[in-house]
């Protein structure tokens, strides 16, 4: 769960209610808010399964922080891609996650501090999933494209993080964690290109389409 470094980019199609690009987390069909963490659109709203509109949002805690940093919009734009990252990591004080939702504007970050005791017990069944959440298989899933998936066992700097985004594997660090990546992914190959053999497998019946275009 500590260190680790996702990058992707995402292209948001607009629907109501929630849904998911990631969760690191419990695979067990239970929702704890200890031990997890996922960034993702969120509906706006006081009731945020009816919501029609969204920001991008570091979840974690049991909670859904959706405020910029430096005070940025995060207002979701459908239709658009983003590049987007997320690390997290163990200062010696805290545990720290930091979610870039626009680079390579590196200014534009949701950061969320937690105290040092989160994530020290995850459990045997936590699991990476993409595009759906583990607790709401079929209700939370992505309506959108999401290519250029890598995933690092360390905490990249931002520098190494925008060279990863440009060039994959170009910097000393990413090479030699990384742990997951396929940067085009398709229905029928979502295979580890990394070499690490950390091959994923689909969950239920549901498959997204072919993307084809820009």
């Known amino acids: 769960m500590y260190p680790a470094t996702y990058i992707w980019r995402v292209n948001p199609r607009h629907q109501v209610g929630y849904y998911t690009t990631f969760f690191w987390g419990p695979d067990n069909g239970q929702f704890s808010a200890e031990n997890y963490y996922g960034a993702h659109p969120y509906p706006d709203g006081v009731y945020a399964p009816t919501g029609t509109t969204h920001k991008w949002e570091l979840s974690i805690y049991g909670n859904d922080f959706v405020n910029d ?21 163990d200062n010696g004080v805290n545990k720290v996650h930091e979610f870039y939702w626009d680079l390579p504007n ?20 936590a699991a ?17 494209i999401l290519r250029g998936i890598q995933i690092y066992s360390a905490s990249l700097s931002v520098a190494e993080i925008l ?11 990413g090479a030699s964690s990384v742990w997951y990546m396929n940067i085009n992914p398709t229905p029928s190959d979502i295979s580890d290109k990394s070499g690490r053999g950390h091959h994923p497998t689909w969950v239920g019946g549901g498959r997204p389409a072919l993307w084809v275009g820009p």
Do not use: H
């Open 106 to 125: 590196t200014s534009r970050v949701i950061r969320v501090v937690l105290d040092r005791s989160y994530g020290t017990t995850a459990g045997s069944d």
């Open 128 to 144: 990476l999933n993409f595009g759906d959440a583990p607790w709401a298989v079929g209700t939370e899933r992505l309506s959108g």
């Open 69 to 89: 940093a430096g005070g940025s919009s995060t207002q979701v734009v459908y239709g658009a891609w983003k590049t987007q990252a997320l690390r997290v990591f």
């Open 163 to 173: 060279s990863e985004v440009n060039q994959p594997l170009s910097t000393p660090s």
